[in-house]
């Protein structure tokens, strides 16, 4: 068994969290993002309205406040509306969900958001306005905080909509295109219920199985490998124990992978909520037949 080095995220904020909460903050799971958008909240959408003056720390070093069409600061219930059209994509639509466990409607759902965040493409070509989608929502603009003046009133170039819909389809269609691809590769539906038998163990908050093939010396010389990553609640110390569980679940339900040169297992112990995150990761690696041992006790484990 090996200890990979912590995969600390080096911002300030992970690393404060992590010290004091890291162990709370690992059992959140998926709404650990939840949790994200409520701790951002305040900054957001009270400093950017009239209460903050339009400006949070940010926009205040590049002068720049958020203002109405008539160039006056925003209530609060717009600038409110105004950061949950932001965050929301950004928070939920990468949230990490249990694949077996998670209903059709709610992944639908997080797609949506996904489409949504699309239309970043306005923050970098709608010159004309200056507005994201976010603005384009609530009726504000960003301005020049020194100028006591309304915004410009360049009209907003109305194509901007059709490009934005062809994204749509696109990343729908290419969506579409892939998982049919995907599906239709042969160790795809075992490894699909590889996942779904992992989701179902106590602790386990997401799972998900690939295939793995490394060379050396050559292509004649080749490793393939059945890689298991699985999101844990569990305790640290009871890591060993868990990954025998999760190698004996495996090589019970999957005869394939008694073809394959190893079954790597690896346990991450962490929180993601958006504005910090922190992992730490421990990876066991043994053939199937060493893993049989293991999972028997008739064996050690062999260090990495």
């Given at each position: 068994?090996?200890?990979?080095?912590?995969?600390?995220?080096?911002?300030?904020?992970?690393?404060?969290?992590?010290?004091?909460?890291?162990?709370?903050?690992?059992?959140?799971?998926?709404?650990?993002?939840?949790?994200?958008?409520?701790?951002?909240?305040?900054?957001?959408?009270?400093?950017?309205?009239?209460?903050?003056?339009?400006?949070?720390?940010?926009?205040?070093?590049?002068?720049?406040?958020?203002?109405?069409?008539?160039?006056?600061?925003?209530?609060?219930?717009?600038?409110?509306?105004?950061?949950?059209?932001?965050?929301?994509?950004?928070?939920?639509?990468?949230?990490?969900?249990?694949?077996?466990?998670?209903?059709?409607?709610?992944?639908?759902?997080?797609?949506?958001?996904?489409?949504?965040?699309?239309?970043?493409?306005?923050?970098?070509?709608?010159?004309?306005?200056?507005?994201?989608?976010?603005?384009?929502?609530?009726?504000?603009?960003?301005?020049?905080?020194?100028?006591?003046?309304?915004?410009?009133?360049?009209?907003?170039?109305?194509?901007?909509?059709?490009?934005?819909?062809?994204?749509?389809?696109?990343?729908?269609?290419?969506?579409?295109?892939?998982?049919?691809?995907?599906?239709?590769?042969?160790?795809?539906?075992?490894?699909?219920?590889?996942?779904?038998?992992?989701?179902?163990?106590?602790?386990?908050?997401?799972?998900?199985?690939?295939?793995?093939?490394?060379?050396?010396?050559?292509?004649?010389?080749?490793?393939?490998?059945?890689?298991?990553?699985?999101?844990?609640?569990?305790?640290?110390?009871?890591?060993?124990?868990?990954?025998?569980?999760?190698?004996?679940?495996?090589?019970?339900?999957?005869?394939?992978?008694?073809?394959?040169?190893?079954?790597?297992?690896?346990?991450?112990?962490?929180?993601?909520i958006g504005i910090a995150r922190s992992n730490v990761t421990f990876s066991f690696e043994h053939s199937p037949s060493e893993w049989n041992s293991l999972c028997c006790g008739t064996a050690s484990p062999t260090k990495f």
């Open positions: 068994m090996g200890l990979c080095p912590r995969q600390l995220n080096r911002s300030l904020s992970a690393f404060v969290l992590a010290i004091p909460f890291f162990s709370s903050l690992s059992r959140l799971g998926p709404y650990g993002r939840l949790i994200g958008i409520i701790l951002a909240l305040p900054y957001y959408a009270i400093l950017n309205s009239k209460i903050g003056d339009g400006q949070t720390l940010g926009k205040r070093i590049l002068d720049i406040r958020v203002v109405d069409e008539s160039g006056q600061t925003i209530s609060f219930a717009t600038s409110l509306l105004r950061y949950l059209v932001l965050a929301a994509p950004y928070f939920l639509s990468d949230v990490p969900l249990p694949v077996t466990r998670t209903p059709w409607t709610v992944s639908a759902c997080l797609q949506a958001l996904g489409v949504i965040s699309s239309a970043t493409h306005l923050l970098i070509f709608n010159r004309h306005t200056r507005q994201g989608i976010h603005d384009l929502a609530a009726g504000t603009f960003v301005a020049q905080a020194h100028l006591i003046a309304p915004p410009s009133k360049k009209p907003f170039w109305k194509p901007h909509w059709l490009i934005f819909v062809l994204l749509v389809v696109v990343a729908y269609v290419g969506a579409w295109i892939a998982e049919k691809r995907i599906m239709a590769w042969a160790p795809v539906p075992q490894m699909l219920e590889d996942v779904r038998l992992l989701e179902q163990m106590e602790g386990v908050q997401s799972a998900e199985a690939l295939d793995q093939r490394s060379h050396t010396g050559g292509q004649t010389n080749s490793k393939r490998s059945r890689v298991v990553t699985i999101d844990w609640v569990g305790e640290s110390a009871n890591r060993t124990v868990f990954a025998n569980q999760v190698a004996k679940t495996i090589l019970a339900h999957d005869s394939g992978v008694l073809n394959y040169d190893s079954l790597r297992v690896v346990v991450v112990r962490g929180y993601d």
